[in-house]
Structure formats: C-alpha cells, structure tokens
C-alpha cells in the first residue's frame, strides 16, 4: 500500500494509480480470505447494467469488474473499502461451489444462506423497498461485516453500516488468515 502518501495525496491519485491499489487491496483480502487467482477487470460504465454500479463480483468468472468512471472520482477509502466487500463475494462463492476444497471452512449452515443468497440474490435497483430485500441478504451483510473489519484493522478506519442491518453486521464472525498478519 502506499502508507507514506497524505490522505489528501491518496484521494487525488491518477486512474492508473487508483488501478494500482485497486489490485493492491485485492491481493491483501484474497491473501486473508485463503483465496487465488481472484483478479481485478476495469470496465466503462456502459459495461454494467447501471451507471451507478461501483463494482461487482462475477461469479461465473471470478472477476471483480470494477467501473472506471466511478474509480475515477471515488476517494481512496472507498475504494478500499469497495474492492474489500467485492472480494468477500469472491470468497463467499469459492466457500460454496469449493467448499471441500478450502483450506478454512466456514460452517456449512452459513454456506448453505450464502448459496441460497446467490442463487437467488437481489441486486440494489435504487427502489427502496428491493434496497432493503438487498441489505438484508445474508452475503450482504457479511460482506459489510468484512469491509468494516478489515478497514478498522488495517486503516483504523471505523464504518458504520446501514441502521436497518447494523446488529446483524455486529453478529458476523470473521475469520480470516493470521499468517497474512504477520
């Protein structure tokens, strides 16, 4: 990471180096995460299926398509932030479709919502009450769970979730790699 650069010089970086961290981030969580060849694609915003989609994880593929236009003008935390949640999509597919395969294992009644949730996931339309359907999916969630933690551990940067799903974040146990910490 690039620690020795002003928050100021951190939100003013290039798109180039807004990729860089971008692919930085996504390293360090899928090293935490037990994850490999998770990577990083930048699209234009025509490439999402609406213009105010930061990023997403595709399952099919195991790529984080992140939008270039919103990269562009996003602030360095919530890129961080961004690529953190998307990466815990990754790792939240890979406990599903590889679960035998693992190295840490999730309890299966957790993996069990989680496949639930993807295969019948409900994406943030903008409509109000389908955004609360979103928030309270259980991959939502602890997808908020993640980014909080580890923004907190490795930033000190404290977030706060959405009220309507605050307890439930509180109730999400992440586990993640030691051996990346030290």
């Known amino acids: 990471m690039i620690w020795h650069l002003t928050e100021e010089d951190m939100d003013n970086l290039s798109l180039e180096g807004k990729k860089h961290i971008c692919n930085k981030v996504l390293e360090y969580a899928s ?3 037990w994850l490999e060849e998770i990577i990083i694609e ?37 890129i961080v932030a961004t690529v953190l949640h998307e990466t815990r999509h990754a790792y939240q597919c890979a406990q ?12 299966k009644e957790i993996v069990k919502q989680w496949k639930l949730d993807l295969e019948n996931y ?14 309270k999916q259980s991959i939502e969630i602890d997808a908020v769970a993640f980014e909080m933690k580890i923004m907190k551990d490795l930033l000190d940067i404290d977030l706060n979730p959405h009220d309507m799903i605050a307890e439930d974040v509180e109730m999400v146990n992440i586990v993640i790699n030691q051996q990346v910490l030290h």
């Open 31 to 33: 090293r935490l995460l």
């Open 96 to 107: 599903v479709e590889f679960y035998e395969n693992m190295e840490y294992q999730e309890p």
């Open 42 to 78: 930048f699209r234009d915003s025509g490439f999402f299926s609406t213009y105010n989609i930061d990023a997403i994880f595709e399952k099919e593929y195991f790529i984080i398509f992140v939008n270039e236009n919103w990269l562009e003008r996003a602030k360095f935390v919530e």
């Open 122 to 135: 409900v994406p943030p339309t903008g409509n109000e009450h389908n955004d609360m359907v979103y928030m």
